[in-house]
């Protein structure tokens, strides 16, 4: 049986390709969706949210929808524009005085 040599060379182009791989697959998973009007399920999906609280939402007018028929629609820029628009200061820590 015949041996075969692996060189550091041959371990570098592996880790590279695979490094390339992952960073394939994590950038398809994390990338904006592929059309630009989301149902409420997938908005849901995307947020981690509840019905109650997608409804919330809409009904105290944080989240702007549009209704066709029975099914309502998300612009997927409106979502982006609210979490923006929410985001916390991450460096900003309230401290309350001491008495």
Partial sequence: ???NIVTLEDLENFKRSLLEEIQKIISQKQGP?????????????????SPGTLQNLRVNGTLPFT??????FYD????????????????????????
């Avoid at 209704?67 to 309502?72: F, L, S």
């Avoid at 923006?84 to 309230?94: A, L, M």
Wanted: glycine share 4%.
């Fill in 1 to 3: 049986m015949a041996a």
């Fill in 33 to 49: 969706p592929t059309h630009k009007w989301l149902k409420s399920h997938e908005v849901r999906r995307l947020l981690t949210l």
């Fill in 67 to 72: 209704k066709i028929g029975g099914v309502i």
């Fill in 76 to 99: 997927y820029d409106d979502i982006q524009r609210m979490i923006e628009e929410r985001k916390q200061n991450p460096h900003f820590v309230s401290r309350k005085p001491n008495p």
